[in-house]
């Protein structure tokens, strides 16, 4: 029996096609899956600058406990979304929030060009903001808070947990919008309205200050103010009233200024007159203080000579006296004391002429 080779038949043919084919396709689909595992991996490569820190959330839950939540600056890796998600922090950076919930509306273009929009009849509720002073007045206030975040860990938590969801920075930052409002209309509401405008322009701004920092530390939001400045303005509609309020309280403080200055110089000029007649009025009590206690001291001490001898005594003092008294007289003329002690009497011609001088008495 001849033994013929057997021809393949068409269907062996394109099974065994099929094979090679498959096998092909599987390699391709090995090369392409293999390709895309190296980049799902290298996918979850991340960097974090040196003013970052960040937080990796597998499934929304933070990966670790206490600090060790914060990942600091370098090169990281994370499973890719959906697995884990990269939360990043600029602990450094400065953020910015302006409120503007009791401001007036106002175009971009009017913001940055510094510009009012038209006035208008009166104010619209619907699309101006306002709040009001402590004496039932209008104003238009509005602030912009300069803040960091120091706490990155409680930033995180306390605020998602508060807020019951995901932490992100525009969600702390609408969480500071808010405070920052809330401290705006809170503090306009304890200032009267010339306190607010004119007389204690930074009282107001400290005040709104601080009500911030009370909030954020009551709300645990892990920030810390670095600076906080607010803007107030009289309602547009009644700003020529407000300006000639201004006027004349600049006025006025004017002349109570010139009046107080003048009071200064009078009270300066009579303080010194005072001042001149008491000094002069010392010196003179303390002479004639010296004087009387000279005089005195000098009687003390005529006193024993008076008691030993009063005759002598009264007739010694009368000669001194005496010679005192006519030391430029021209005539003197002495009178005993008569033995029977009456006064002796004395007859003087007083319109006498006078002395004729030598060429009088030398004329003929």
């Known amino acids: 029996m001849t033994n013929e080779p057997q021809t393949p038949s068409p269907v062996d043919s394109a099974a065994q096609a099929l094979t090679e084919a498959l096998h092909s396709s599987f390699a391709i689909v090995k090369v392409v899956m293999a390709i895309l595992f190296v980049v799902f991996v290298f996918s979850g490569l991340f960097k974090v600058e040196p003013q970052e820190k960040a937080i990796k959330l597998r499934f929304g839950k933070p990966v670790g406990t206490g600090d060790q939540v914060l990942i600091g600056s370098g090169t990281h890796w994370a499973w890719p979304y959906p ?3 990269v939360v990043k922090i600029p602990i450094a950076e400065i953020q910015k929030v302006a409120g503007k919930g009791s401001w007036f509306l106002q175009s ?5 060009l510094n510009q009012d929009p038209p006035t208008g009849g009166s104010l619209n509720p619907a699309v101006d903001g306002y709040a009001i002073t402590g004496d039932g007045n209008i104003i238009h ?9 120091e706490d990155p860990v409680r930033c995180v938590f306390e605020f998602a947990a508060g807020t019951n969801q995901t932490f992100s ?3 702390v930052s609408n969480a500071v919008l808010n405070v920052l409002n809330n401290a705006l209309i809170y503090t306009a509401a304890r200032y009267k309205v010339d306190d607010i405008l004119l ?56 002349i109570i200024t010139e009046a107080r200055n003048d009071q200064n110089k009078v009270l300066s000029r009579a303080g010194a007159d005072a001042k001149g007649r008491v000094d002069s009025a010392e ?16 009687f003390k001490n005529l006193l024993p000579a008076y008691q030993s001898n009063p005759d002598l005594f009264v007739q010694t003092r009368l000669i001194e006296t005496m010679g005192r008294v006519f030391t430029n007289a ?15 009497e004395l007859r003087l011609l007083l319109n006498r002429e006078p002395p004729k001088s030598k060429m009088e008495e030398a004329k003929p």
């Open 169 to 171: 920075l525009a969600g």
């Open 283 to 298: 010196v003179a009590r303390k002479l004639m203080v010296n004087s009387i206690t000279a005089e005195a001291d000098r």
């Open 108 to 112: 971009p273009e009017d913001e940055a």
């Open 83 to 85: 697995i884990d998600e």
């Open 199 to 254: 007389n204690d322009v930074t009282g107001f701004q400290e005040a709104v200050g601080r009500r911030v920092r009370k909030l954020i530390q009551e709300q645990k939001l892990g920030l810390v103010v670095d600076q906080c400045i607010v803007q107030s303005r009289p309602p547009r509609q009644l700003k020529m009233a407000f300006d000639n309020v201004i006027i004349i309280g600049q006025k006025s403080s004017q």
């Open 330 to 344: 021209q005539d003197k003329m002495f009178l005993p004391t008569s033995a029977d002690g009456k006064p002796i």
């Open 141 to 149: 206030t509005k602030a912009t808070l300069s803040y960091r975040i």
